[in-house]
C-alpha cells in the first residue's frame, strides 16, 4: 500500500525544516488546513498540490506517486547486507523514479537470501544428516572390503582355486554394494529439477496469506467457523497451517470475548486507549492489542500494526505498517517497547517512538509481555511480549524513544545498544 500524498507532504516539510505555518502562508491556507492534509484527513490536488510541490522544491509527481513504503522498506534491508557501496539516502528517490528497477532489485535481493538460505540448509545437511553419514558409510565400507580382498588375491601367490573363488565373489558382491550404494548417494544428492522459490517460513507464509486478506477474518467473528477449511482456502499446508490453526482460534477467542461491532465504536470512544479498553472490557491488555490490530481500517480506524515475540527475542507474528516493518533474517533494534516489555512482565508500557528518517516518523506503541500457557509450581513462566504500534499519532510534547531498524543502515551514532558500525556515510547523507 502506497503512502499517501499528504503523509509525503509532511515528510517533505519536515526534511527541509520548514514549520507548518510557513508552509501554510505560502499557499493561502491555514495552517490547521494543512495539518488535515498532513494527516491524510482532506483531499488535495490540482493547484493547492502544485503550490505546495513548489513551495516543498519537489515534482508534483513525487508527492502523489511516492515509493512504496514496502518496497522502500526492501530496497533499504537489501542495502544492508550489500555493503557501503549502496546509497540508501537516494532509495526513496530511486523508488519512487525507477520503480520497476527497484522491484528487480528488491527480488534480486530475496533470490540472493533464498540461495543463501538454501546453501545453510544444504551445509548443515551435509554436516549432520544421518542418512548422508550412513550412505557414505556404506560406500566407504565396500572401498574398503575391495580393497582388502584385492590385496590379499595380489600379495599370496600360493592361492588354491577354492581361496582365490572364494575371494573373487567378494569382490563381486562387494562391488554391486558399492554400486547400489553409490547410486542411491547420488540421487540423494542430486539436487531436484524444481524452481528454487524465495525461502519463507513457516510464520511468513502465514503472514502473507493474512495480508492478502488485509488481516480481516470475517469468518472467525462467528461462533462455529471451519478453520482448516479457511487455512486451505487461504493456500496453507503443513506446518503454516498448523501455525493459522492456534492463529485463529486465538482470533476467534478475541473475537467472542470483544464483539467487533461493541468493541469498534467502544474504541473511537476511548481514542483507541488499551488500558481503558481493558477496564471496561474486563479483559487482559495482550486482548486488547490483538484485538485493535484487527479493526479494519477502510472503516475510519488508524493504521495499527501489532508484533508478538517470545523470550528471546524471535517474532512470532508480525502485522506490518508503513515504517514499522524488519526482517526476521536481520536483529531489530532492541529499544522497541517490545524488547524492554520482556525485562517487566506483566507492566503495560506505552511509548512513542521515532525513526531516523528524513521525515522523523512516528508511532505510539503499547506492549505487555505476559507468561504463556498455564502456570505451574516449578515450572518457569514463557514469556510472550505483544506490541501494538499506531501509525502518526497526534503531536506530543512528550519525549519519544529514537528507536532504528538494522544497526547497518541505523544512522544513529550515538546509541548505546548499536551492535556493529552503521554503512559508510549513511549518517552524513541522511543529514542527520
Not at 557501496?85 to 523514479?97: S, T
Not at 472503516?299 to 508484533?307: C, D, I, N, V
Not at 532492541?334 to 506505552?350: C, D, G, Y
Request: hydrophobic share 40%; charged share 25%.
Amino acid at each position: 500500500m502506497k503512502r499517501l500524498t499528504g503523509s509525503r507532504i509532511r515528510e517533505k516539510r519536515l526534511d527541509q525544516g520548514l514549520r507548518q505555518a510557513a508552509v501554510a502562508e505560502a499557499v493561502g491556507i491555514s495552517p490547521s488546513y494543512l495539518n488535515l492534509i498532513e494527516h491524510n484527513r482532506r483531499r488535495i490536488g490540482g493547484k493547492l498540490l502544485s503550490d505546495l510541490a513548489r513551495v516543498l522544491s519537489v515534482d508534483p509527481v513525487m508527492l502523489t506517486d511516492g515509493a512504496d513504503s514496502d518496497l522502500l522498506d526492501q530496497m533499504r534491508s537489501a542495502a544492508a547486507t550489500l555493503g557501503p557501496d549502496a546509497e540508501i539516502a537516494r532509495a526513496e528517490e530511486f523508488a519512487a523514479r525507477y520503480p520497476g528497477w527497484s522491484a528487480l532489485v528488491v527480488a534480486q535481493a530475496r533470490r540472493i537470501a533464498a540461495l543463501h538460505e538454501h546453501t545453510l540448509a544444504l551445509t548443515d545437511r551435509m554436516a549432520h544428516d544421518p542418512q548422508l553419514a550412513n550412505s557414505l558409510h556404506e560406500v566407504i565400507s565396500a572401498v574398503t572390503s575391495i580393497r582388502s580382498s584385492a590385496s590379499i588375491l595380489v600379495t599370496q601367490e600360493q592361492l588354491d582355486a577354492d581361496w582365490q573363488k572364494r575371494f573373487h565373489q567378494n569382490i563381486h558382491k562387494d562391488s554391486l554394494r558399492l554400486a547400489d550404494s553409490s547410486e542411491a548417494l547420488i540421487a540423494y544428492l542430486e539436487a531436484p529439477e524444481t524452481k528454487l522459490e524465495v525461502a519463507q517460513s513457516p510464520f511468513e507464509q502465514m503472514e502473507a496469506a493474512l495480508a492478502l486478506r488485509d488481516y480481516q477474518l470475517e469468518q472467525l467473528e462467528g461462533r462455529d467457523p471451519d478453520i482448516a477449511e479457511l487455512g486451505q482456502e487461504m493456500g496453507l499446508t503443513g506446518s503454516s497451517l498448523r501455525l493459522f490453526d492456534a492463529y485463529a482460534r486465538q482470533y476467534q477467542d478475541d473475537a467472542i470475548q470483544l464483539p467487533l461491532a461493541e468493541f469498534s465504536q467502544a474504541a473511537r470512544d476511548l481514542d483507541y486507549d488499551p488500558s481503558q479498553l481493558a477496564r471496561q472490557f474486563r479483559v487482559d491488555f495482550a486482548t486488547v492489542l490483538r484485538r485493535l490490530a484487527s479493526l479494519p481500517s477502510h472503516e475510519g480506524h488508524p493504521r495499527m500494526g501489532l508484533a508478538v515475540c517470545d523470550a528471546s527475542g524471535a517474532l512470532t507474528f508480525l502485522k506490518p505498517v508503513p515504517g514499522f516493518t524488519y526482517s526476521r533474517a536481520t536483529d531489530a533494534c532492541p529499544l522497541w517497547p517490545i524488547f524492554s516489555a520482556l525485562s517487566r512482565p506483566t507492566q503495560p508500557i506505552r511509548a512513542e517512538v521515532t525513526l531516523p528518517d528524513a521525515g522523523q516518523t512516528r508511532f505510539m506503541c503499547y506492549a505487555m509481555a505476559m507468561p504463556k500457557g498455564e502456570q505451574q509450581f516449578d515450572v518457569i513462566p514463557v514469556l510472550q511480549s505483544t506490541m501494538l504500534v499506531i501509525a502518526d499519532p497526534a503531536e506530543s510534547a512528550g519525549f519519544s524513544i529514537p528507536v532504528g531498524g538494522s544497526c547497518r543502515i541505523c544512522p544513529r551514532s550515538d546509541c548505546a545498544t548499536r551492535r556493529e558500525p552503521a554503512i559508510i556515510g549513511l549518517a552524513g547523507a541522511a543529514g542527520l
